[in-house]
């Protein structure tokens, strides 16, 4: 019944001659989004800023939300720049609800996350 | 808009993680039928999600043989929502999640649900069933209160 998380990593210019991780997800976001979401960070470099796009995000609910949340406390602890784009409207405010703005920006699209990184 | 007073819509679902879906879109059907703006039907189907993900896990424990089961009763201007399972229920509804001691690991990354619930409808409480056999929670969800 749930549907699997999928993540593709992109890798994009940021415009000054430096690169950014795109992380790109789609289906759900929840308990079984362990390895799609904490397990693909592991991955990616650390000395660049990534972008979270949940632009093809189905479903996100408090143990996904959660997992979003240690892979903040991750790329707090490395000092990575991460910011995400593509959440609805009703997950941007579920979003900030719970405070993961105070660590991550939201933005409405890829172009303005990128210009703010 | 369709008159669905009286006619309350029940179902029972698996105690199994995936299927708060099915009570959600059943939900988020209902709603609709009862004329709720789109953004008052997001707000219930993250809350009824929360609901039966903490009856799934929580109150039945993920033992398949327990089923969760749904409610949904129109009113006038409001829908009423019970989600029930056979878990002794909670003594206290948690403190609000605090993202500051979650990211520096002070508390669990996880203990959102009802927290969210209660910020999305506008009424809420757990409740011990009085045969001392499962609990449930209740859930009020106006139609004309506009979303934040």
Known sequence: MQTETKANIDQIADGNGGRVTVLRFSGDISSGSHDALLGTYTTV????????????????NSSGIALVIQMLMEANKNGQKIAAFGLTPHFQKVFTMVGITKYASLYQDEAAAKASI | MVNLKGKPVELRVPSRMGYEKVAMGTAASVAKLMGFPDARIEDLKTAIAEACINAIEHGNRLNDNLCVGVTLS????????????????????????????????????RGMGMFLIQ???????????????GSYVRLVIRLDKESD
């Open chain 1, 45 to 60: 470099s650390k000395s660049q800023p990534v972008l979270l796009d949940f632009s093809k995000v189905e479903y996100i």
């Open chain 2, 119 to 133: 910020s999305l409808v506008d009424e809420a409480e757990w409740v011990k069933a009085g045969n001392g056999k």
């Open chain 2, 74 to 109: 129109a009113h006038d201007d409001s829908l009423e929502v019970t989600v029930l399972d056979d878990g002794a229920g909670i003594s206290k509804v948690p403190p609000k999640p605090d993202i500051d001691r979650k990211m520096h690991g002070e508390e669990d990354a």
